[in-house]
């Protein structure tokens, strides 16, 4: 059942849809912009989609965009056109949800921008005459959308418009024949995707085999990629396969591909492009069918640039079928989903059963149900269940962390929160509920603190650059001072250029604010070169969907 918006000025709407849908929940009709954004707050953000209309027969003084002095003309064309300031609004606060416009878009105004700026989320009825039928059809399809599995094995997906765009990516190439390139963070999960995704969905019949190239020390990689025949080098005691012939008809995933060293690159563009494998210290070549997937949090197309890395190879790993993976915090609409997942999949590890069996013993809790709850008040009880309770206080904890480790440091926390939470509960014996099992915001920050004040590992030279001394850095030479007019994007590709663009901005705002402590008059003097310009530039930073709450909040 999906749970629909129906912003509209009249119940006309409405009632034709829970004539049509009656299997379907709905909120409304939300006859201004204040009701509506009430409504979808209160329902913490659980709205399938939203059915908005386009014009608004309001008083004067409740339509958004209305200021004294305006004429008849002007106010008719603003009631004309209300629903699309709304849409602005709705897309600047929820940039996911789906919306569909009530109307044919011959009938939009001619300076609709706002339904063109968002088309990939913005749908319309173009029949003549709006009908049961043509509203079951949309509402239908698009809440079939929604509710796809939001999981395939350990890859969480969540409803995000960016997860969805991956995921849609991901499926595309995951049937071709050519090799597929996953970019993006450190710890975005690119091994769980590339053997629970791109394999699972490949239609291939041989195995998933995964080698990372970075933990093999570099002269005994292109024996692990291509075998070795007995006695090619030391220690090589039997004839051995490589990884290419043991994936024969399956898949092949090779992490931080940017450590091979020029050699091993060498060999590897020979065998994409012969389609055959020669083992080390033979001459004779083996057949291989093989659908290669490579990974790095690396630029290689800088790397290419920089000469470290073989243009011809790169160019083999079909760069057009590289898939960005997002980090975290570019989910953040997923987070709680995200938090749900990874708390679900903890609780299936056998030491955290144990440890719940002995707490419930301990507490004299009988059952064998646990159950999840988030959220600002204490869950009810259940018979035979124990709830793992993540108050508010803590979400609001994990919404303002970075997590530089992205999804792997996540998972890790949450883990590790649900493991000291048991122990904790177990050794204070049962309380006031003694099927509730709270992840306290004390023990989370704790947590939180000791993960920021760990080093953060160097990045690893390219395999090449090693032990060689031209390359070392002179200890004497002091780095140069950053510039503060320079930022560092990351580019993910994005389904139009003005997508792109606000990816863009919204970086450069964020770091922009951080560097500035807040001032959006220093802001303001960096991007325009006068701080008085500060208005201007903070209701940009509101436009980009940026709170500052959140980035006070964040390290």
């Known amino acids: 059942m999906a749970q629909i918006l129906v912003i509209d000025d009249q119940d006309r709407l409405i009632g034709l849809c829970r004539r049509a849908l009656p299997d379907h929940g709905f909120l409304g009709p939300a ?58 609004l709705l897309r600047r606060e929820w940039p996911d949800l789906p919306v569909v416009l009530t109307t044919a878009r011959d009938d939009l105004p001619p300076d609709a921008s706002a339904a063109d700026d968002a088309e990939d989320l913005t749908f319309f009825l ?5 009908d049961a039928r043509v509203i079951r059809g949309w509402v239908e399809r698009l809440s079939a959308r929604r509710r796809e599995p939001e999981a395939e094995g350990p890859v969480f997906f969540g409803r995000s418009l960016i997860m969805d765009r991956v995921r849609s990516r991901l499926v595309v190439v995951a049937g071709g024949r050519l090799p597929v390139t996953l970019l993006g963070p450190t710890g975005t999960g690119k091994s769980l995707i590339a053997e629970h995704v791109l394999h699972r969905r490949s239609g291939r019949s ?44 399956g898949t092949l995933f090779l992490d931080e591909i940017g450590n091979l060293s020029a050699d091993a690159q060498k060999l590897l563009l020979q065998v994409l492009e012969e389609g055959q494998v020669a083992r080390l210290g033979e001459t004779k070549k083996r057949a291989v069918d093989v659908k290669l997937v490579v990974a790095t949090h690396e630029d290689l197309a800088a790397r290419v640039r920089a000469g470290t890395f073989r243009a011809d190879l790169w160019m083999r790993l079909n760069p057009s079928a590289s898939v960005v993976l997002p980090a975290l915090v570019e989910r953040g609409l997923d987070l709680e989903d995200v938090a749900r997942f990874c708390l679900g999949r903890a609780l299936e590890r056998p030491y955290l059963r144990e440890l719940l069996a002995a707490y419930r013993d301990r507490v004299g809790c009988p059952g064998e149900g646990v159950r999840l709850h988030l959220g600002a008040k204490v869950p009810e009880p259940s018979p035979g269940d124990v709830f793992v309770w993540v108050p508010e206080r803590v979400v609001r904890l994990l919404r303002a962390h970075s997590w530089p480790g992205n999804l792997r440091e996540f998972s890790m926390t949450l883990e590790n929160a649900l493991l000291f939470a048991l122990a904790e509960a177990s050794d204070a014996g049962p309380g006031e509920r003694a099927d509730v099992v709270p992840l306290r915001p004390r023990l989370v920050r704790e947590l939180l603190s000791v993960a920021a004040s760990l080093p953060k590992a ?17 200890p004497s030479a002091p780095a140069p001072p950053p510039d503060p007019r320079r930022f560092e994007v990351f580019v993910a590709p994005q389904q139009t250029l003005n997508d792109l663009s606000q990816s863009f901005e ?15 008059a220093k802001m303001a003097g960096v991007l325009t070169g006068s701080e008085e310009h500060a208005r201007r530039v903070q209701l940009r930073f509101n436009q980009l969907g940026l709170r500052v709450r959140e980035l006070k909040a964040s390290p």
């Open 506 to 520: 919204r970086q450069v705002y964020t770091e922009l604010f951080r560097r500035e402590a807040g001032s959006f």
């Open 126 to 130: 173009d029949d003549d005459r709006l």
């Open 458 to 474: 160097p990045a690893a030279p390219p395999a090449s650059d090693r032990d060689d001394d031209e390359h070392e850095p002179s």
């Open 31 to 88: 006859r201004t912009w204040p009701e509506a954004r009430s409504l979808v707050r209160a329902a913490r953000g659980r709205v399938d989609l939203a059915l908005l209309d386009v014009h608004f027969d309001l008083p004067s003084d409740q339509l958004i965009g209305w200021r004294a002095g305006m004429s008849d003309a002007e106010t008719d064309a603003l009631r004309r056109r209300q629903g699309l300031e709304i849409l602005r």
């Open 206 to 249: 041989g195995p998933f085999v995964a080698l990372d190239v970075s933990t093999i020390p570099g002269e005994l990689v292109a024996g692990q990629l291509f075998g070795a025949a007995r006695g090619a080098y030391t220690g090589a005691i039997t004839d051995r396969i490589g990884a290419f012939e043991a994936a024969h008809r």
